[in-house]
């Protein structure tokens, strides 16, 4: 008997639980892709004259574009970990384990940004090269996992394209970094543009494949309610 009951509360939870899903989901078309676009874009903008006036000129420590914790990385780990969070809901659209694995890629991105662990391993090592050599395997894996996703995108292109264009900018800004590191960066003090450059490039590649991931889900995710309007593109 007590058995029975378990079994019957479990099933009358189901339908509530499901329910919270597919409103979870819902939400997502009410979102409009351009109006977030432009709202993280004055936002990027937005952190870096902060950074340059605020944390360079003036010195104020949480708005520091090359520091730790500060307001640059932690808007980029936020922008990462949205996107891991769409990515874990693109698992009801099929192939579950790709999308566990770039949610899970993006979630240790976000950590980087915040912990700055390949600058750790890069001191360790004593810079240079070899430094980055040891970082090859890490974003191989990175790439065959993108491109796994990218597969899933191919029949939305809007979705493939910001998907592309996140992956560009993302690696435009790593070789942006690892010319300044490989030339010895720069003295205390100085702003390097190049390195503001890197950071920019980072929040938009990361806006990109949340903008990526959010158009796929509102092309492949029919609202619950039937007849609701679907988000204007």
Not at 131 to 138: A, N, R
Request: include cysteine; charge should be positive.
């Amino acid at each position: 008997m007590k058995r029975e009951s378990r079994v019957l509360a479990a099933r009358r939870l189901m339908p509530s639980a499901i329910a919270g899903k597919k409103a979870g989901l819902d939400a997502l078309h009410r979102v409009r892709p351009k109006l977030l676009a432009a709202g993280i874009g004055a936002a990027i903008a937005t952190i870096c004259v902060a950074g340059v006036l605020l944390g360079h000129e003036r010195g104020v420590a949480m708005f520091a574009l090359l520091e730790e914790q500060t307001l640059t990385p932690l808007f980029t780990a936020l922008l990462l970990v949205v996107a891991a969070g769409l990515s874990l809901a693109a698992r009801r659209t099929g192939t579950p384990l790709v999308w566990l694995a770039i949610a899970g890629f993006l979630l240790v991105m976000a950590a980087d940004e915040l912990l700055a662990l390949h600058e750790s391993l890069r001191k360790r090592l004593g810079g240079g090269q070899p430094s980055y050599l040891v970082l090859l395997p890490y974003a191989a894996l990175g790439a065959f996992i993108w491109l796994q996703v990218l597969r899933r995108l191919r029949d939305h292109p809007s979705a493939a394209a910001l998907w592309v264009g996140g992956a560009a900018l993302w690696a435009v800004s790593q070789v942006l970094d690892a010319v300044w590191m490989l030339e010895g960066g720069t003295s205390a003090g100085v702003l390097p543009p190049i390195e503001v450059a890197e950071e920019t490039l980072e929040m938009a590649g990361s806006a990109l494949f949340l903008l990526a991931l959010l158009v796929f889900l509102q092309r492949v995710v029919e609202p619950s309610v039937p007849g609701d309007p679907r988000t204007p593109r």
